[in-house]
């Protein structure tokens, strides 16, 4: 069964710093990987998305997520971070029937 | 505008009470899904459709029930058979053919 694993709960950066949040999946079939945002008291938005094509996305907020067939990954970076980033990050995979499976979310701390 | 709309925001319930959490899309999705959401633990699925009069169980399906009796309504009814209902409820839309999903706002639910 597919699995998707968040290695860190918790990132703590300085703001202005960059940051990577690592995640990767047990598949080696095609995938189709996702990257969500959640704000505190808030739903889940979409960050970005990996179906085909480059394996650079781009998303909103000025984040960006390689994917890297070979390691199973789709690390997650910002080159410089802002408060307003602070927030829990989920990386998510589709398995076969297109259901997503999760990872358990990493917190994004902002130290000024 | 196009989106998920999920409501009450916040609920209060006593112990031994039924309570139905609504959900709303516009989104002309086949699917829909009712994720919890408790402190440290990640999203875990309860109950998801996939077309209209047909459901199926989440992994935490005990203690809730849903209908699907129209493409755009899903509701959630928390019985009181969940022994700890206390938490947050997502409702999410999405496409079969990639599994991206779109998310209300949230839920919360506390039991008093």
């Known amino acids: 069964a597919q699995s998707v694993t968040q290695l860190d709960s918790q990132v703590p950066v300085f703001e202005e710093a960059p940051v990577e949040l690592r995640c990767n999946y047990s598949s080696s079939v095609s995938v189709y990987l996702f990257w969500y945002v959640q704000y505190p008291n808030q739903g889940l938005q979409l960050l970005l998305k990996?179906?085909?094509?480059s394996t650079l996305v781009k998303g909103i907020n000025g984040f960006e997520a390689e994917f890297n067939k070979s390691q199973t990954s789709f690390h997650l970076r910002k080159p410089s971070v802002h408060i307003s980033d602070t927030a829990e990050y989920f990386c998510?995979?589709?398995?076969?029937?297109?259901?997503?499976?999760w990872g358990a979310g990493t917190k994004l701390i902002i130290k000024p | 505008d196009g989106g998920i709309t999920q409501s009450p925001k916040y609920l209060f319930r006593k112990e031994g009470q039924n309570v139905t959490l609504s959900c709303e899309q516009n989104l002309n999705h086949d699917a829909m899904y009712w994720y919890r959401q408790d402190p440290g633990q990640g999203l875990r699925l309860i109950y998801y459709s996939q077309i209209v009069n047909d459901f199926q169980k989440g992994d935490i399906a005990e203690g809730y029930s849903v209908s699907r009796e129209k493409k755009e309504s899903f509701p959630l009814t928390v019985t009181s058979a969940q022994k700890n209902p206390t938490a947050f409820y997502l409702c999410?839309?999405?496409?079969?053919?990639?599994?991206?999903?779109?998310f209300g706002e949230g839920s919360r639910l506390t039991v008093l």
């Open positions: 990996y179906l085909s094509g």
């Open positions: 999410a839309s999405g496409t079969w053919n990639t599994g991206e999903l779109f």
């Open positions: 998510a995979v589709s398995d076969s029937n297109y259901q997503l499976i």
